[in-house]
């Protein structure tokens, strides 16, 4: 309890940063619907002028673009993304910062197995992004109700926004896994960010593209369909189940790799 406790502490004011950053970047986009709204077909006459291959990368859906939840399932891939690079940020780092820090020996020393200690970092991580993912939740909803010049099914709302958290799952894995393979890592952003951005430009190539099937498999970010959950008020089961299998495989990778990794010691 009080490793998780220590980690906690010390992830909390990233959190907040990140939490801060999703919630304005939610707020600038959902601010501008009103006038959007009112000038409807202007609106999607101008979007219907780009290619549609620039359409299908910014997942824009010129049915339902100038409701409000048509306009947040564009937004939000802006927002998965910086989601993702958050997850991907604490699990890289949940592993490798005690090298970095060069507090591995205090730490290896204790009492405490080391498939207690990646336990311990790894839920200390689910809660801050179960924290996050809820705090963003209530105020993209306040704002949302806020803007929105008619109601909205806010049970396709929240399913829009419990993406985010399964996509987080999966970079926090993908991020635990790819670390335990460092001996030291001197810097966590330049892996995370080329990771997370190599998936997702994977995954505008394939809307661009429009490929389905198979090749979705490829990026996390084309999981979840938001105009699929919009129509169908759900998930796409293959993509539901992949997505766990990634998780599981991804942490069970870290696990199996740490607990007969070589520590180095300070020198």
């Not at 600038?28 to 101008?46: C, G, R």
């Not at 429009?210 to 490829?218: C, T, V, Y």
Request: proline content about 3%; hydrophobic content about 55%; glycine content about 6%.
């Amino acid at each position: 309890m009080n490793m998780y406790m220590h980690e906690l502490k010390s992830m909390r004011k990233s959190a907040l940063v990140w939490t801060c950053a999703m919630i304005a970047l939610a707020a600038i986009y959902l601010s501008l619907y009103p006038s959007l709204a009112s000038d409807a077909e202007d609106f999607k006459n101008l979007l219907g002028s780009y290619p549609e291959t620039v359409r299908a990368m910014l997942g824009i859906d010129l049915d339902t673009i100038t409701s409000i939840l048509g306009l947040y399932s564009m937004i939000f891939s802006f927002i998965a993304l910086c989601g993702a690079i958050q997850a991907m940020n604490l699990g890289v780092s949940i592993l490798s910062k005690e090298t970095r820090e060069r507090t591995a020996d205090f730490l290896l020393v204790k009492p405490v197995s080391r498939a207690a200690i990646v336990s311990a970092k790894l839920l200390a991580a689910c809660s801050i992004i179960i924290a996050v993912d809820t705090v963003f939740y209530l105020a993209a909803s306040i704002i949302a109700n806020g803007v929105k010049t008619e109601d909205f099914s806010q049970t396709l709302f929240f399913l829009i926004n419990l993406t985010l958290f399964f996509i987080q799952l999966m970079f926090l894995a993908i991020g635990m896994a790819v670390s335990v393979f460092f001996a030291k890592l001197r810097s966590v952003l330049p892996l995370s960010l080329g990771v997370v951005f190599g998936l997702y430009m994977i995954g505008a190539l394939l809307a661009a593209g429009k490929e389905e099937g198979a090749a979705r498999f490829l990026s996390p970010f084309k999981y979840f369909n938001t105009t699929y959950i919009l129509a169908h008020a759900g998930y796409e089961t293959p993509y539901l189940v992949a997505s766990a299998v990634v998780i599981v495989a991804a942490v069970a990778l870290g696990y199996i790799v740490y607990l007969k990794k070589d520590i180095p010691s300070v020198s």
